[in-house]
Nanobody, 121 residues
Framework: QVQLVESGGGLVQAGGSLRLSCAAS????????MGWYRQTPGKQRELVAT???????VYADSVKGRFTISRDNAKNTVSLQMNSLKPDDTDVYYC???????????????WGQGTQVTVSS
């Protein structure tokens, strides 16, 4: 099994910053892409940012220039630095990892349990 555990959510005023972290553990042979998504109840989960093992990043237009994703391949961790937060950024944030558990195995997507980010105006 592969487990992802997030930390760092909370309440912040508009214009403030938060840093989310996510650690993957368990039976992991290798991890491909890692990323962050967010979801409002009743809506689809939407991409925030992803990062490849080599450091190539993709961001949603709504967070470009404000959020920065990074990862530590040796520690199987991914982080999201969120600056200039807006009330519209309020959501539950989920990390994910495309991981395989053994050599020759296929990649599966694993999700964390989610962490609440609330930005007050």
């Amino acid at each position: 099994q592969v487990q992802l555990v997030e930390s760092g959510g909370g309440l912040v005023q508009a214009g403030g910053s938060l840093r989310l972290s996510c650690a993957a553990s368990g039976s992991i042979f290798s991890i491909n892409a890692m990323g962050w998504y967010r979801q409002t109840p009743g809506k689809q989960r939407e991409l925030v940012a992803t990062i490849s093992p080599g450091g190539t990043t993709v961001y949603a237009d709504s967070v470009k220039g404000r959020f920065t994703i990074s990862r530590d391949n040796a520690k199987n961790t991914v982080s999201l630095q969120m600056n200039s937060l807006k009330p519209d950024d309020t959501d539950v944030y989920y990390c994910n990892a495309d991981a395989r558990r053994y050599l020759g195995g296929g990649y599966s997507r694993y999700w964390g349990q989610g962490t609440q980010v609330t930005v007050s105006s």
